[in-house]
């Protein structure tokens, strides 16, 4: 069975600093998709980044980059230089066609 | 271009009582996915469409869940005879093919009393 586990249920980080989120998975599927999203308070669920089972490099979008090390089945999200704004939960997710297998999520929390 | 609007914000609704969830995708996106978030609980799959037709409805619950999109574009998730464990946050997404990342809307947060 697929399963998503995101062992840090809440992490607190000095504004500025680089934070790294942990995502394990585990999957029979040799090609699968992983995805971050980010969830405010507000509760909308925005798309942050997507690494592709597949694929050689480690995803950048910004300040956010991708550790995916295939052979451990970890999928880190690692934020740089952390913003008050970047407060929210994040959830790692793992798709192999359509549908997505959620983690129970981290709770970042940003110190000024 | 807007993203994926979901209607009420709110839903307050006594047990027993029929509740309709609409979602407005975004433009040109063939697949629709609905969603159940329960408290400090990441998203669980209820249904995914691609054009007109569920493909995969194999998450809702039980029967007296059910949803529809007619035309292929709007949705709307229907819950009868609702029950307070039916209490959560319904979320809607969109993605251009299954291949993409779904985009979410901002979610109905369905209280049942």
């Known amino acids: 069975a697929q399963k998503i586990t995101q062992t840090q249920p809440g992490m607190f980080v000095q504004e500025k600093e680089a934070v790294t989120l942990d995502c394990t998975y585990d999957?029979?599927?040799?090609?699968?998709?992983l995805f971050w999203y980010k969830q405010p308070s507000s509760g909308e669920m925005i798309f942050l980044i997507y690494?592709?089972?597949?694929d050689e490099q480690n995803a950048t979008e910004g300040r956010y980059s991708l550790n995916f090390q295939k052979a451990r089945k970890s999928a880190n999200l690692v934020i740089s230089a952390s913003q008050l704004g970047d407060s929210a939960m994040y959830f790692c997710?793992?798709?192999?066609?359509?549908?997505?297998?959620w983690g129970a999520g981290t709770k970042l929390i940003i110190k000024p | 271009g807007a993203g994926v609007s979901q209607t009420p914000s709110n839903k307050v609704t006594e047990k027993g009582k029929y509740v309709e969830l609409r979602c407005d995708p975004i433009s040109g996106h063939t697949a629709l996915y609905w969603y159940r978030q329960s408290l400090g609980q990441g998203p669980e799959f209820l249904i995914y469409f691609q054009g007109t037709g569920a493909a995969d409805d194999s998450g809702l619950p039980n029967d007296r869940f059910f949803a529809v999109r007619p035309e292929g574009s709007v949705s709307t998730l229907k819950i009868q005879r609702t029950e307070r464990g039916d209490s959560a946050v319904y979320l809607c997404?969109?993605?251009?093919?299954?291949?993409?990342?779904?985009?979410f809307g901002p979610g109905t947060r369905l209280t049942v009393l």
């Open positions: 999957t029979s599927d040799q090609s699968y998709g």
């Open positions: 690494q592709g089972s597949y």
């Open positions: 997710a793992m798709g192999s066609n359509y549908q997505l297998i």
């Open positions: 997404a969109s993605s251009y093919d299954t291949h993409n990342e779904q985009f």
